[in-house]
Nanobody
Framework: VQLQASGGGLVQPGGSLRLSCAAS????????MGWYRQAPGKERELVAL???????KYADSVQGRFTMSKDSAKNTVYLQMNSLKPEDTAVYYC?????????WGQGTQVTVSS
């Protein structure tokens, strides 16, 4: 599985962005997927993670502001980010699980600044 992340950019605090993660193959049967981020000088951290079709875990710092979703028809995973804060600035990575391992996209830069 190859993943292509896009949608990052520069946005003002309080603004919104939607990140996309397009997969090279079908993801209709995949429930395990997620988004992580890495800020300069920091370790990669979980943003959103789904292990079943009904449950998504969000980091406390993004709970209520970010929403992960999947469009199986487009083989794409999304991360809708609202009420963005400067501390959300990072490179965002998408990941999906297809047995026997997790696959990662190349990352897309999100910068929140006035």
């Amino acid at each position: 599985v190859q993943l292509q992340a896009s949608g990052g950019g520069l946005v003002q605090p309080g603004g919104s962005l939607r990140l996309s993660c397009a997969a090279s193959g079908s993801i209709s049967s995949i429930d395990e997927m997620g988004w992580y981020r890495q800020a300069p000088g920091k370790e990669r951290e979980l943003v959103a993670l789904s292990m079943t079709a009904d449950t998504t875990k969000y980091a406390d710092s993004v709970q209520g502001r970010f929403t992960m979703s999947k469009d199986s028809a487009k083989n794409t995973v999304y991360l809708q980010m609202n009420s963005l804060k400067p501390e959300d600035t990072a490179v965002y990575y998408c990941t999906v699980y297809r047995w026997p391992r997790w696959y990662w996209g190349q990352g897309t830069q999100v910068t929140v600044s006035s």
